[in-house]
């Protein structure tokens, strides 16, 4: 499947619309080789990108320590670990 216009397509939910855009600038050989994996894993360049940067963005904003660092009380939840209140 190819993709002559992966930027055009925004890989949104239904109901989610993706409407905004964020714009990156790489250099040509960096363009070709996201494109060429985007190829190979049979999604948008656009999707590459979202899906790449969300997994980032998961592990920087969002705990990831496994439950066995979490302390649970009936009111609240937190991590051991990097102290991130899980549940109010
Ligand atoms: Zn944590």
Known sequence: MTN??????TGAEP????????LVR??????EQWKEAAEALSISLSELVRSSV????NDTLYCQHPMQFRKSYPWSESCLK?????RA
Do not use: H, I, N
Request: include cysteine.
């Open 26 to 31: 790489v250099t040509e050989e960096t363009r």
């Open 54 to 57: 969300q997994s980032k963005v």
């Open 82 to 86: 990097c102290g991130v209140r899980l």
């Open 4 to 9: 002559p216009d992966p930027d055009g397509s």
């Open 15 to 22: 109901g989610s619309p993706a409407d905004k855009q964020v």
